[in-house]
């Protein structure tokens, strides 16, 4: 019940831009799309969402497709501390306080 | 700095034994959660509480307790009926639906070990 779907993992070049591909096709029409990250045996941090419109801020970019099908998330210079697991989600509707995660995307950042 | 902050983050208990897990926000949110993570998983939902003195259970909730009589405070008891308690344990918060899309926060986790 993650509603969405990423793919396992991807490799980055570091100083290159990873964009990690996330699909939701069922999200609603006021569900907003989230990205958090996790690094090993941490907590999961927040990093951006948005809803249809592109969003940035200091940590990455937001591209959601005009369908609201598909979004990805930029990180325009990754770096080795970049290496973690990211998952995108969305809140299921009529359940607007649950967030369900998936397994998400280990990205790997390699020099 | 306002934050999540659980506590232990090792916590290692024998079998049979009911164990709690500390949860405190000085964040001022309304809502707060409990997520399991077993190793290369995603996070799955226990509980939540979307108000003081109020919580639904979540997806796993069998084998586990909560309360919610502050609003910074919202622990967590594994209890011996929880068949698999070993698992790393994350607490969130947010501010609540009266900012509809506010995200969730995090704290660091508990990673709890049941021998």
């Known amino acids: 019940d993650a509603k969405t779907t990423q793919p396992p993992s991807m490799d980055c070049a570091e100083g290159r831009a990873a964009n990690l591909p996330c699909n939701h096709s069922?999200?609603?029409?006021?569900?907003?799309v989230y990205w958090y990250r996790q690094i090993h045996s941490q907590g999961p941090q927040y990093i951006i969402h948005g809803l249809k419109n592109n969003e940035t801020n200091e940590m990455a970019s937001l591209i959601i497709t005009e369908d609201r099908k598909s979004s990805t998330l930029i990180l325009p210079h990754a770096t080795l501390r970049d290496t973690a697991v990211y998952y995108c989600?969305?809140?299921?509707?009529?359940?607007?306080?649950?967030?369900?995660f998936g397994s998400g995307t280990k990205l790997n950042v390699k020099p | 700095d306002g934050g999540i902050t659980q506590s232990p983050k090792y916590l290692f208990r024998k079998e049979g034994q009911n164990v709690t897990l500390s949860c405190e926000q000085n964040l001022n949110h309304d809502a707060m959660y409990w997520y399991r993570q077993d190793p290369g998983q995603g996070l799955r939902l226990i509980y939540y509480?979307?108000?003081?003195?109020?919580?639904q259970k979540g997806d796993i909730a069998e084998g586990y307790s909560v309360s919610r009589e502050k609003k910074e405070s919202f622990p967590l008891t594994v209890t011996s009926a929880q068949k698999n308690p070993t698992a790393f344990y994350l607490c969130?918060?947010?501010?609540?639906?009266?900012?509809?899309?506010?995200?969730?926060?995090f704290g660091n986790g508990t990673r709890l070990t049941v021998t």
């Open positions: 989600i969305v809140r299921v509707r009529g359940n607007f306080n649950k967030f369900y």
């Open positions: 969130a918060s947010r501010v609540g639906e009266t900012l509809y899309n506010s995200p969730l926060h």
């Open positions: 509480s979307q108000i003081v003195n109020d919580f």
């Open positions: 069922t999200i609603s029409g006021n569900e907003y």
